[in-house]
């Protein structure tokens, strides 16, 4: 197709069309960081989203997808949450773009507070949300006997752990304060200080529109004080020092 006859189709789209754009996400309640699942409860990434849409006058059509199939998944303009971490063991690699980054996460390694200086030896099963790969648990298994034991979502990987029935449960830090609270159990697990953790981010990812994610690093530095708000709002952690200082 030439690209004057392309440009002629484009033009003829209806401007919903032409402005909107496909969001592929993971299909799970992750708050406060996302929730893209019918109950959606809101959630940081919903509103920056939200807000990216208005500013840039575009639709965000929001496909919710569980974290296998959406890791296959073609039909997205972009992608949340990613990172290039996530994609290196990967043997088809094809061109991704990311943008900056919008949250800093903490992945913990969490325990009961008799368990707080538990160290790697000693742990037998550890618990993880089925899809999540936790690469600072992976790159020392190999030199200890620990198992990872998969659950449908993170509140189930919590009460693993506090039944009893595994040693520590792998979890992002504000996930996991949320979730604790909310049963009633806010000084139920602690962050093991002898096992690992991990310090990434959440990017959003294309792999066919990189003026996409040109556009929306450009609303993020523009919006830095909304942005700001929204992570106050969500009482999000992004530090280690912080994360442990606010710990039960």
């Not at 992608?79 to 290196?88: A, E, I, K, V």
């Amino acid at each position: 197709m030439s690209l004057w006859l392309w440009l002629a189709l484009l033009l003829a789209l209806p401007a919903s069309a032409k402005d909107t754009v496909i969001v592929c996400a993971e299909d799970l309640a992750y708050y406060p960081h996302y929730d893209f699942t019918p109950a959606n409860q809101g959630s940081y990434a919903n509103d920056v989203l939200a807000l990216f849409a208005k500013s840039a006058g575009l639709t965000l059509h929001i496909k919710a997808l569980p974290i296998k199939r959406l890791k296959e998944n073609n039909d997205c303009d972009l992608q949340y949450p990613d990172n290039p971490r996530w994609h290196q063991h990967e043997k088809a690699l094809g061109q991704r773009f990311y943008s900056k980054a919008l949250v800093a996460i903490l992945g913990a390694t969490l325990v009961k507070p008799a368990q707080q200086q538990l160290t790697l030896d000693k742990v037998h099963a550890i618990s993880v949300i089925r899809g999540f790969v936790p690469d600072h648990l992976l790159a020392v298994q190999g030199a200890y006997s620990f198992k990872l034991v998969e659950t449908v979502n993170a509140e189930a990987a919590l009460q693993m752990v506090l039944k009893g029935r595994v040693d520590a449960v792998d979890m992002e830090w504000n996930v996991a304060r949320h979730l604790l609270t909310k049963m009633a159990q806010p000084q139920a697990l602690v962050i093991a200080q002898q096992l690992p953790h991990s310090e990434v981010a959440f990017h959003l990812s294309s792999q066919t529109k990189p003026e996409l994610i040109q556009q929306f690093d450009l609303f993020l530095q523009q919006q830095q004080r909304q942005i700001q708000a929204l992570k106050q709002k969500y009482r999000l952690v992004e530090s280690w020092q912080q994360a442990v200082a606010t710990q039960p």
